[in-house]
């Protein structure tokens, strides 16, 4: 047996990729995207099909500038969502803006919309997760929506504090950077790091064994990996969404892959519980340097990949109307 299909005895595998292609190859569970993903994918000429629907679909419509730019990135977005839950059995993540990440009412507002359309197409909402950022405006959006049946992964985490906060939101999953968190130690210190000693390895067990002990329904899902070292470091999480050629070195491996997280063991550690309210929230983010760079970092990333595919966008709709 391969290491892939090893994994899956422990794990739900998530495919971390915007290619429909890879998804059918490996036989996720599900399937996240993000705007970097979905950028990249229609760069592509085997997705071009999506993006010319979309434009085309708004010919006509009376939208002009922003307002139609923006309508036909969701319609893309959809229409990339739809494309992957034909091909995954479970769910597909669809992100919310990153430039609002710091404003909690229009991300419940984009969150509906974009569930709005997806239910448009049939797709009912057990079927997608929204993804936010872990700010705390991020995390307040969620809670409003888990509460209205709109289920939340908060991405671009990288510490206790977002992840207790997620927690006690009622989130519905959350994906710590495993990679992200490792770069960041590794050009800090200058150090190599590998297994357990890995600190993003050492940052999802962590809170695995946090929400273990606590009882917390909240589904971790390891995200982000540079090596299948720190995928099998992480063997037993709830899920741990992975890039293709990861998961090709994993199908191509036959080395023994062992359960390294269990909900029952973690049951047993000594943990102390804590409250997390804003102020606490704020305080320690703000005391770990790595949580709150990387945090910061994503952001502008995620914002920066937004841009880039509203000028895509903006190019073609413009092409399209001459």
Not at 6 to 19: C, I, N, P, R, S
Not at 235 to 245: K, M, N, R, V
Not at 292 to 303: H, L, N, V, Y
Request: glycine share 8%; aromatic share 8%.
């Amino acid at each position: 047996m391969n290491q892939l299909d090893q994994l899956k005895q422990f794990t739900k595998v998530v495919a971390d990729t915007g290619d429909f292609e890879s998804m059918r190859e490996f036989e996720p569970q599900d399937a996240t995207t993000n705007p970097s993903l979905i950028l990249a994918a229609s760069g592509q000429p085997q997705y071009a099909y999506l993006i010319e629907q979309a434009v085309e679909e708004h010919a006509g419509r009376g939208l002009s500038g922003q307002e139609r730019i923006d309508s036909i990135i969701h319609r893309v977005l959809i229409l990339f969502g739809k494309e992957i839950l034909d091909i995954v059995p479970g769910r597909v993540s669809t992100e919310v803006d990153a430039r609002l990440s710091f404003d909690t009412q229009a991300t419940i507002d984009l969150a509906r919309r974009l569930i709005d359309l997806y239910s448009g197409e049939g797709i009912g909402r057990e079927r997608v997760l929204i993804k936010i950022a872990s700010t705390w405006e991020g995390i307040r959006a969620a809670e409003v929506l888990e509460k209205e049946g709109i289920h939340c992964n908060l991405t671009l985490l990288f510490s206790l504090p977002q992840a207790i906060a997620c927690a006690e939101a009622g989130v519905t999953l959350i994906s710590p950077f495993v990679g992200r968190i490792y770069d960041w130690y590794k050009k800090s210190t200058g150090q190599e790091y590998s297994g357990a000693e890995d600190p993003g390895v050492q940052s999802v067990q962590q809170i695995y064994q946090y929400y273990k002990k606590f009882g917390y329904p909240t589904e971790v899902m390891g995200a982000s990996f540079r090596n299948i070292g720190q995928i099998i470091e992480l063997a037993g999480c709830d899920l741990l969404t992975i890039s293709p050629s990861l998961l090709g070195e994993l199908h191509a491996s036959s080395d023994p892959i062992e359960k390294k997280l269990d909900a029952a063991a973690a049951k047993a550690i000594d943990i102390t519980k804590v409250t997390m309210d804003e102020k606490t929230f704020r305080f320690q983010l703000n005391e770990d340097a790595m949580a709150t760079e990387k945090t910061a970092e994503g952001i502008r990333r995620f914002a920066a990949d937004m841009r880039k595919l509203e000028t895509l966008i903006g190019e073609k709709a413009a092409a399209a109307v001459s």
